[in-house]
């Protein structure tokens, strides 16, 4: 990896290109682009039959310049670093501090590759690749500029095997608090890789690890328990923690985020509570004009005594509750 630092000191790890994989993107773009100087070779062959000498050698010369040297330069500068071999074999020229290049950066490069790859057959730009330390030919020197690796082989990551059945359990007392993350990846690391090491090696890798993390967590494996199995189930112990743990809060989240729907007022005497610091007014219940319609005279009024004119009080307009 190429420890590549930008304008605001960032590192960036770009693997860069080597001689193998360069040579056939170099090939690949020297066909496309030979096969199309060819063909506009014979379309002006055929155009400029009428033309002298000195005409047709002019028509050629730039011909050439347009076709092998200008149209490199042009596909990298629209395509920012990507011709069509870079492009087939997963390569990118980027600036030295891992931006995209320029006309300026294109242009250097198309010129030094006229006189390190077509004049000397790649000669030179194959030594000054092998001499470099980033693989960098004398065009990439010039302009500033390096090749390095846009697709990177994604890594395979194999899962870790599960304990003996008889295990599965056995371990949820015990006390992962004091293992360092760094303990942990080696043990994944050796039960992700115990069936690709010898057996001798593979069983002191298993003791060793088995006796840190024994020194760890202060209790020892239960008796006639290989190393190896008492590693995995150990494993799966923390697993399993881990995976009770995020359910726990992922449920106590959703709890929370409905709690607050769930003890929401619905109406009736909780919603029509007055604001804290104002008197509350009891209001009665027959306060509506639709309850005076319905409501039947009291034992207090006599048949055909108007509501409110009894007893001295003052007439209201509202007929009281039954």
């Not at 993350?181 to 057996?199: A, K």
Request: hydrophobic letters at 50%; proline letters at 9%; charged letters at 15%.
């Amino acid at each position: 990896m190429s420890g590549l630092v930008t304008g605001d000191a960032v590192v960036l790890g770009l693997q860069p290109a080597r001689l193998p994989s360069r040579a056939l993107a170099v090939l690949i773009d020297l066909v496309v682009v030979w096969a199309g100087y060819l063909v506009l070779t014979l379309g002006l062959a055929v155009a400029t039959a009428s033309l002298d000498e000195a005409a047709v050698m002019a028509v050629s010369i730039a011909s050439f310049l347009l076709v092998l040297v200008g149209a490199p330069i042009a596909v990298e500068t629209l395509t920012h670093g990507r011709s069509l071999g870079k492009l087939a074999c997963g390569l990118r020229v980027v600036r030295d501090d891992g931006g995209p290049i320029r006309f300026r950066h294109a242009l250097v490069r198309g010129a030094m590759g006229v006189v390190e790859i077509l004049m000397t057959f790649g000669v030179v730009a194959c030594v000054a690749s092998l001499v470099s330390e980033r693989g960098r030919r004398l065009g990439d020197v010039f302009a500033g500029t390096l090749v390095v690796r846009e697709r990177m082989p994604a890594a395979r990551t194999a899962a870790v095997p599960p304990p003996p059945p008889w295990l599965v359990g056995r371990f949820g007392g015990l006390d992962l608090s004091a293992v360092p993350e760094g303990l942990w990846l080696e043990i994944r690391q050796y039960l992700t890789r115990s069936r690709e090491l010898d057996p001798v090696v593979g069983r002191r890798l298993a003791e060793r690890l088995a006796d840190e993390l024994v020194t760890r967590t202060g209790t020892p494996p239960p008796a006639g328990v290989p190393a190896d199995a008492y590693l995995a189930g150990v494993v799966a112990e923390r697993q399993a923690r881990d995976a009770r743990r995020a359910f726990a809060r992922g449920a106590g989240a959703a709890g929370g985020a409905a709690a607050p729907r769930d003890g929401a007022p619905m109406g009736g005497a909780a919603a029509s509570k007055p604001p804290v610091g104002l008197p509350s007014v009891a209001t009665p219940a027959a306060a509506s004009p639709a309850a005076s319609l319905v409501a039947p005279p009291s034992a207090a009024s006599p048949v055909g005594t108007p509501p409110g004119t009894g007893g001295g009080r003052r007439s209201t307009g509202f007929a009281p509750p039954a």
